[in-house]
T-cell receptor, first 111, second 117 residues
Framework: DAKTTQPTSMDCAEGRAANLPCNHS???????VYWYRQIHSQGPQYIIH???NNETNEMASLIITEDRKSSTLILPHATLRDTAVYYC????????????FGKGTRLSVIA | GAVVSQHPSRVICKSGTSVKIECRSL??????MFWYRQFPKQSLMLMAT?????????EQGVEKDKFLINHASLTLSTLTVTSAHPEDSSFYIC?????????????FGDGTRLSIL
C-alpha cells in the first residue's frame, strides 16, 4: 500500500520555484520523509530528508507541516536540468528497512 | 558525498546467458545493499536486501535461484541473473546504506540496463 500521495505531473517555468507536494497522512512517529529524484536512465539521486523540522541544503528545502501529514519539496530556482521524476518516501528510522518507491511526480521545467 | 558504483552500465546478450552485475560502495562501508528493478515507465521495485556475510532476503515473487545475490564484503555486492530470458530485460539498480545510523539515506548506483535478445 502506498504510504505517500503525490501529483502525477507538474510543470514549472525555468527560474521559478518548484513546489512539489506530498501527502503522508498515515505517517508514524518514527518515520522520516525522504525525497529523491530520478533523471531519465539514471539511478535515483538523494535530495533531502527530515523528521519534523524544516530542512534546507544546497539542493532544496523541505517543509513539513506541524502535524507531519504532508510536506513540500522546494527547488528555489528550477533549471532545465531539474526535469525528473521526484519521489517522496516515508521510512522508519528503526531497523534496516529499504526505501519503497511510489509513482512520484514527473516535474517538467519549461524554458 | 557517498558514492555507489555499478558495473556494467549496459549489457546486451543472448537468451540463456548468465549476467553478473557489480555494485560497489566507493567511500563507505555498506553493511546492507538493496537491489531494485525498473521496467519502462514504471517505478523502482525492490527485489532483495543483501547483508554482508549472510543470505539475501528476497521480496515476494522474486526467484532467488534466478537472481543470485552475493555480498561477500562491506564494499561489494553482486547480482547474477541466471539463464536470462527476454522478460528479464530491465533496468537494475543497486543501493547502499551504512548500518551505523539507520536514518541515513540510501545512495544509488547509476543502474545497469540489461537487454536480452
Amino acid at each position: 500500500d502506498a504510504k505517500t500521495t503525490q501529483p502525477t505531473s507538474m510543470d514549472c517555468a525555468e527560474g521559478r520555484a518548484a513546489n512539489l507536494p506530498c501527502n503522508h497522512s498515515t505517517i508514524s512517529g518514527n518515520e522520516y520523509v525522504y525525497w529523491y529524484r530520478q533523471i531519465h536512465s539514471q539511478g535515483p539521486q538523494y535530495i533531502i530528508h527530515g523528521l519534523k523540522n524544516n530542512e534546507t541544503n544546497e539542493m532544496a528545502s523541505l517543509i513539513i507541516t506541524e502535524d507531519r501529514k504532508s510536506s513540500t519539496l522546494i527547488l528555489p530556482h528550477a533549471t532545465l536540468r531539474d526535469t525528473a521524476v521526484y519521489y517522496c518516501i516515508v521510512r522508519s528510522y528503526s531497523g534496516n528497512t529499504p526505501l519503497v518507491f511510489g509513482k512520484g511526480t514527473r516535474l517538467s521545467v519549461i524554458a | 558525498g557517498a558514492v555507489v558504483s555499478q558495473h556494467p552500465s549496459r549489457v546486451i546478450c543472448k537468451s540463456g546467458t548468465s549476467v553478473k552485475i557489480e555494485c560497489r560502495s566507493l567511500d563507505f562501508q555498506a553493511t546492507t545493499m538493496f537491489w531494485y528493478r525498473q521496467f519502462p515507465k514504471q517505478s523502482l521495485m525492490l527485489m532483495a536486501t543483501s547483508n554482508e556475510g549472510s543470505k539475501a532476503t528476497y521480496e515476494q515473487g522474486v526467484e532467488k535461484d534466478k537472481f543470485l545475490i552475493n555480498h561477500a564484503s562491506l564494499t561489494l555486492s553482486t547480482l547474477t541473473v541466471t539463464s536470462a530470458h527476454p522478460e528479464d530485460s530491465s533496468f537494475y539498480i543497486c543501493s547502499a546504506r551504512t548500518g551505523s545510523e539507520s536514518n541515513q539515506p540510501q545512495h544509488f548506483g547509476d543502474g545497469t540496463r540489461l537487454s536480452i535478445l
